[in-house]
């Protein structure tokens, strides 16, 4: 008798998970994502825009970076990542948001990129006035006077507040942060890993809507 209410148990549970499964599946508002009305634009409307909002002084964004770069490479055709360094307003972030754009104008952003957390978050380093970061850049084969140039440029000056104008619009209150296709501002709270396999289910859910208006 024993073994046989083992069994029903069994087979009940595996019931209960089999009709459970879908609906945890299924993405909820207010759980796993917000919205965001109205909807931001993207820079290429034709792909479906993944905006990362981040810091390089911000300890989850290290951590999360190591991730992020081979999820993106794996992203499909329709989709594109962007990121945009934010500041909050707080002087030392703005000038990290500086240095990322200028690392993107000099072309060392690839060769930099994890550096620059290494050095904030496991190094330990003060990056936090403009002199220090030229001379962590340069100590690091950046041209000094091409990153001079573009760190005190009016077009990386620029870029810097748009992201924080963006992060505005998005309601950005912490990062790292996910927005996907300029509506549905992801929310992570799980894993980095978590977050990232969260944010591919509402990357499914834009493109499902993009096709359903082709229709």
């Known amino acids: 008798m024993k073994k046989r209410l083992t069994g029903w148990l069994a087979a009940i549970t595996l019931a209960v998970l089999s009709l459970a499964s879908p609906a945890q599946a299924e993405l909820v508002a207010g759980r796993d994502y917000t919205v965001i009305n109205p909807a931001l634009p993207s820079d290429d409307p034709a792909k479906i825009e993944v905006v990362e909002f981040f810091s390089y002084g911000c300890p989850h964004c290290s951590d999360l970076s190591p991730l992020i770069t081979p999820w993106a490479a794996k992203l ?111 929310i992570g709270q799980g894993t980095h890993a978590d977050l990232l396999a969260l944010t591919d289910k509402v990357i499914d859910k834009a493109r499902s809507e993009r096709n359903a208006k082709k229709k």
Request: no cysteine.
């Open 76 to 186: 499909p055709a329709d989709v594109v990542l962007k990121r945009v360094p934010i500041s909050f307003n707080r002087p030392q972030w703005a000038n990290l948001a500086k240095l990322y754009y200028t690392l993107e104008v000099t072309g060392d952003l690839a060769k930099l990129d994890a550096q620059v957390f290494r050095a904030l978050h496991v190094e330990g380093l003060n990056l936090s006035t403009n002199s220090n970061i030229a001379e962590w850049a340069v100590g690091k084969g950046a041209d000094a006077k091409k990153f001079s140039d573009a760190f005190s440029s009016f077009g990386v000056d620029s870029k810097a507040k748009r992201g924080d104008q963006l992060a505005a619009s998005a309601k950005i209150q912490g990062v790292p942060s996910l927005l996907v296709d300029g509506r549905y501002l992801v």
